[in-house]
């Protein structure tokens, strides 16, 4: 397959309908090109089918290195599930680990993170979106609160997710740290509704921030994608959700937190926003989204977004293509002959 820039794609991640591509979906994606995938629990039967809907999916672009995401966090949110595929801990148990014993939670938890990513590029699939690094507060709502995120310390969270991109890159998988520029203050559910958070900077500072901050300044920090939260923080735009806010993306997340990595909009169907789809797409992409995202839409809304997406920014491309080229880098040596480690689910 030809290689053609990342410019020439469309700056949309969407989602298959089913496990087999549809003749019709496969001429939409080979003439509007989006710039990735993202697969979900309704697209996985098993092994051999993903492998091939993955290659599908590529082909129908015309490049072998187009991104193929899943959302396969462990726990409660895994889009891979028993009995055709190996079901991995939640957030929450590490962060018990990490809790009892600090080293042996780090260790299991990016050894975890590192087989998981072995089983997903071995279907095809290079971008998972994991760590949640969100710091839950009191009220965060039970969507997040209940196994997704490791603890309500900031440095734990940090530690945590670092442990995960470590594990994720070391296996050959792009992370997605979500929700940046952090969500765990919302006591709604994004999925139906707009979570509005009314801490003060300082406050957002002393405990949101933190795991964000301390990844954009690690060493795989230009491997990492993120993805935005659709959240309203008063103190930093009082009328749009982050993914809506070109203040909050330029000021708060290229600037403050010094993240310089690939950023996506959360699913665009989600009902936190409002308006159209074609609204929805120019909305995120004008407030800087890198590429935006839509999930579990009739065939039409696909087209729809994808007719009204523009292509990829010059920034976006440069951004897409160190991040391959660090995922490809950063993969470890494969040991052959070293028997795989399965970590039970907790």
Known sequence: MSKPDWTDLKAIIVDPTGPVLAPEERDLFAREKPAGFILFQRNCVDKDQVRQLV???RAAVG????PVLIDQEGGSVARLRQPNFTEYPSAKSFGEQYAADKQAGLQATQESFRLMAGDLL???????CAPVADVPSPDCHIFLSGSRTYSNDPTAVAELSAA???GLLAGGVTPVIKHIPGHGRANVDSHHGLPTVAASRAELEQTDFVPFRAMTAAPEHHALWAMAAHVVYTSLDGQLPATMSANITAQIVRKDLGFDGVLIADDISMKALSGSIEDKVRGTLAAGMDLTMLCNGSFDERKAALAACPKVT???A??????EAERVARRAPQVASAPKRIIPKG
């Open 63 to 66: 490049r072998d290195d187009i």
């Open 314 to 316: 010059t920034d976006a």
């Open 318 to 323: 440069r951004r897409l293509a160190r991040a």
């Open 164 to 166: 995960v991109c470590r």
């Open 55 to 57: 290659a599908d999916l």
């Open 122 to 128: 071995d279907l095809g699939i290079t971008v998972n």
